[in-house]
């Protein structure tokens, strides 16, 4: 039985973070230039804190300033918007990610409207999805920017005239990407929960980008033989071992059927070793950016 390529993501991120590292040195002897990251966290969520260490260490290993910010979960939305204003003015400061979810009685839309649009690098701010949608320079949020990095290595620069479709319409993943496959001349179809007959719908896909957030929902019957499958889904789901699930041990699984779409598929991203391993080097490269933008360096 044909066995899809698997797209690695743990060497394309390790690629790319050696890329961005040699650039911020470039960048330091050629113009005296540190791009600098601040990252917030308000609250104690657990998954935001690994998270939220990651993009400090890695920050740091590539040469960069990094500031992390911990505030309380009490934190009320005037002092945050308050910190969120004094980085926006600190010239050290390239980039400015506030981690999500934020808890509850913060207003998110606030935050991120307050984020100055040049050091946005989450890419969520309007001004950055609007530009994006008018096929302008923009900041794009980092999960869809490391979608686009893997298709490109995978299928090469040339998207043109391929059949995509993206499951999910998120603005935080979604819809970039479908921006992105558009910009890059794919024909692009955006489904949702509201969308009829999706099997059909996947199946015209040479690009399939899962962006759902339900376990396994695309099965290897959905997908189109040789198709590149991009899974961005994180799911955290029990064992089906009894004796691990008794224990209440859990593993992560994406969203499609792995191991039947590797059967399938001409490529295809793992989970976990995929697409999750690349946000946080989009994220460096996203900074590197906006420094550059932010000093008038081309
Ligand atoms: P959202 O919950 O914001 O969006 C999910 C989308 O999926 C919605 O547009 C929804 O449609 C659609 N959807 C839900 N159920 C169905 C269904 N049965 N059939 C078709 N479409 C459906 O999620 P996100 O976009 O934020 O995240 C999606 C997944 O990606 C999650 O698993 C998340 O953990 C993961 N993720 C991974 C990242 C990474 O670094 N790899 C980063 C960000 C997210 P509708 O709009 O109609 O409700």
Redesign the pocket.
Same mark, same amino acid.
């Not at 499951?167 to 979604?174: E, K, M, Q, T, Y």
């Not at 962006?211 to 339900?214: K, M, P």
């Given at each position: 039985m044909p066995q899809a390529q698997i797209i690695d993501g743990k060497v394309t991120a390790e690629r790319l973070r050696a890329e961005v590292a040699a650039e911020v040195a470039e960048l330091k002897a050629r113009h005296g230039l540190q791009p600098g990251l601040a990252v917030v966290l308000v609250g104690e969520d657990p998954a935001s804190q690994v998270y939220v260490r990651s993009k400090g260490e890695h920050s740091l290993a590539a040469g960069m300033h990094s500031q992390t910010h911990r505030l309380p979960a009490e934190t009320s939305q005037a002092d945050l918007l308050a910190l969120v204003r004094q980085l926006n003015a600190d010239p050290k400061i390239h980039g400015i990610l506030v981690q999500l979810p934020l808890p509850k009685g913060l207003d998110e839309k606030a935050v991120i409207e307050t984020i100055d649009p040049a050091k946005d690098v989450d890419g969520l701010h309007v001004v950055n999805a609007g530009r994006l949608a008018q096929g302008l320079p923009a900041l794009i949020p980092?999960?869809p920017l490391?979608c686009m990095i893997m298709l490109r290595q995978t299928l090469g620069d040339d998207l043109a005239g391929k059949r995509a479709v993206v +499951?999910?319409?998120?603005? *935080? +993943?979604?819809k970039p990407v479908a921006q992105l496959l558009l910009a890059a001349d794919c024909t692009v179809t955006i /489904?949702?929960?509201?969308?009829r007959d *999706?099997p059909a719908v996947c199946r015209e896909a040479d690009i399939l980008v899962a /962006?759902?957030?339900?376990p396994q929902?695309i099965k290897g019957d959905w997908i189109k033989p040789g198709a590149t499958v991009i899974d +961005?889904?994180?799911?955290r789901v029990p064992f089906s071992d009894p004796v691990k699930a008794a224990q209440g041990k859990t593993k992560l699984v994406?969203?499609v059927a792995y191991k039947e779409a590797l059967a399938v598929a001409g490529a295809i991203t793992p989970v976990p070793g995929?697409?999750?391993l690349?946000?946080v080097a989009c994220l460096l490269q996203n900074t590197v950016t906006a420094a550059k933008r932010i000093a008038g360096i081309a």
């Open positions: 980092c999960t490391g +499951v999910g319409r998120s603005v *935080l +993943v979604g /489904a949702h929960s509201r969308t *999706l /962006a759902v957030g339900r929902m +961005v889904g994180i799911n994406g969203d995929g697409v999750g690349m946000t």
